[in-house]
């Protein structure tokens, strides 16, 4: 079942908005440009896939969209705000507060408990070490980790590793929460527990976008855009 609130009426908030983009990384004298002329919308509450091959730049759009980057030309709108004009502080801001980003190899800090882990966005925050600890609980039970707090990402399954990812990106309650590859290191029944997962945050209103090269992905998802190449190649809406 598609979110109630997703319908494609024009005052649908454009939460992202991407004019543009190119982005060029560059290596000694020559450059490796990883995408470019990439338009792309999203509205407040969608959940999208962006599918392509290896290589094709997914990453690459992934962080310029979650303001962990930048792109060489053109300009990226969350809310409508122009991010590409602000300083890195300004941004950083913005990122903290409206985007959870879940990385493919999960990212996690091998010394930090489970629960550190996730309450660590927070400490950037005056949020009291209790509050923390309390609110980071929560979203741990809540993805049934709770009997999993004080354990190392070493002594956790990868399934358990990318619900700690998932956790520590919805500590600051985003309204956009962008998934790299999130069953990419998982075998198939645990990928689809995690893609349960962000379908539940997804009805819950959250915006979502998943880049993966994972067909099965698609099936969850409203608007499946097709890169190729750097490039956009095709922009499906399904019902
Ligand atoms: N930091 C980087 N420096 C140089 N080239 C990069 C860097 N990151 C990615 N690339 C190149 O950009 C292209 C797209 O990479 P990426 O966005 O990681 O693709 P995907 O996630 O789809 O596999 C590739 O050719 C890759 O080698
Ligand atoms: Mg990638």
Known sequence: MKH????KELHVKEILKLE???KTYMEGASGVTAVCGVNFTVHKGELTSILGPSGSGKSTLLH???????????KIYVDGLDTTKIPPDSQARI??????FIFQAFNLVPSLTALENV?????????PRDQRKKKAAEILTRLSLGARLDHLPS???GGERQRVAIARALINDPEIILADEPTGNLDSKTGQDVLQILEGLHHEGKTIIIVT???SVVRITEKVVRIKDGKIVKVEVLS
């Open 4 to 7: 109630a609130g997703t319908d």
């Open 20 to 22: 543009n983009v190119c």
């Open 119 to 127: 309450e660590l966005p927070l400490t950037i925050y005056d949020v």
């Open 64 to 74: 310029l969209m979650g303001l962990l980057d930048r792109p060489t030309t053109g």
């Open 213 to 215: 090269h994972d067909e």
């Open 155 to 157: 002594q956790l399954s």
């Open 95 to 100: 990122r903290g507060r409206k985007i959870g």
